[in-house]
């Protein structure tokens, strides 16, 4: 009575190119993936509590509303005002659940490379050319930037595969925030990283043809105008950051190809690439925690 009999498993499939494995495999014959530690384990992982499409852009999307969240909590905390007390109907819009600029800096704002003495050297600390693409200044500035994200990034994320989507988010972040700093801007924000995804497109519409692309540049134009128009009206917005993204955007998908990886080398590649950036974000975000902690202590209003 007290004996049961196992239960069979079923054969399944191999989460980065779909090959029928079999129930004892740790790795996939077809093309090599690791079926237990890989991006495409994880992101299998991932499916069950986030959308089965784009993953690394919901989580980018999640990272950036948790963090936010974490920095309007220290911000009340320190005593510092979330609300806008008088002004116009437009900093009144852009000042609800603003964040205060010592908890941005100490939740790792990107700073000038070259600087002021009350700075530390951001040369000193690269991490923050990472996490300042997670921050956000207020509550239209992550609605807006999300928004966009959301809109942008899952074609992308789809046309290069997760692992190689999630190099190109960080390294069009990076690239803003280091011609942002080269001219001894204080900066946060996604939007660096979101316009370096528009540079992709851009890219990608110069390399094929047809009318698709020819109708998908156009829409790119107007994402460029828009951002224009929204640089030039709108106080406060870094059109170095936005230009540092593009450009880096459009650099790297001219050498990459516009394609998920199609063999087993190209995704061993795409899944190095994709662990290394991730790597390199997690360390970031360890840098930020227990770099410069005393100095958050002595918040004051």
Known sequence: MFHSKETQRRPGLCPACGTLVGTSATRCHQCGASLTFSFAAMSRSLSKIMPVT??????????????????????????????????????????????????????????PLFQPAHFPSDSSQPWRLVTACFLHANLMHIVFNMWVL????????????????????????????????????????????????????????YRRGGSHMQQLRSQVYRWIIYLVLWGFFFPGVDNMAHLGGGITGFILAKFMLDRAPATASERKR??????????????????????????FLIFHH
Not at 64 to 70: L, M, P
Not at 270 to 295: C, D, E, H, K, N
């Open 54 to 111: 784009a993953p690394v852009t919901y989580f980018i999307l999640s990272v950036c509303c948790v963090i936010y969240g974490i920095s309007l909590l220290l911000t009340m905390r320190a005593g510092f005002p979330t609300a806008p007390r008088g002004g116009g109907m437009l900093s009144m819009l852009f000042g609800i659940g603003s964040i205060a600029s010592p908890v941005l800096e100490r939740l790792g704002a990107s700073l």
């Open 150 to 205: 959301v809109d942008l990034a899952p074609a992308i994320e789809e046309l290069y595969g997760a692992p190689r989507f999630f190099f190109l988010y960080t390294a069009c972040g990076i690239g803003g925030y280091l011609l942002s700093g080269f001219l001894g801007h204080f900066s946060i924000g996604a939007s660096g990283a979101i316009v370096g995804l528009i540079g992709v497109l851009l890219a990608i519409t």
């Open 270 to 295: 795409a899944y190095a690439l994709g662990w290394a950036t991730a790597v390199v974000v997690l360390a970031s975000f360890v840098a930020m925690i227990f770099i410069g902690r005393p100095q």
